[in-house]
């Protein structure tokens, strides 16, 4: 996931599991990775 947002793994754990609240713009960056990761397993909408 680090690879597909550019945001460090460490950081990606702790607004996973609640410790941190990412700024819109980083929010921003992990949902497009995401979406990403999906169009690269063929997942749809």
């Known amino acids: 996931m680090e690879n597909l947002t550019g945001i460090n793994q460490k950081q990606l754990w702790q607004y996973a599991n609640g410790y941190k609240v990412?700024?819109?713009?980083?929010?921003?960056?992990?949902?497009?990775?995401?979406?990403?990761?999906?169009?690269r397993l063929g997942c749809k909408k």
């Open 22 to 39: 990412p700024r819109k713009e980083t929010a921003e960056k992990i949902e497009n990775g995401l979406k990403r990761f999906a169009q």
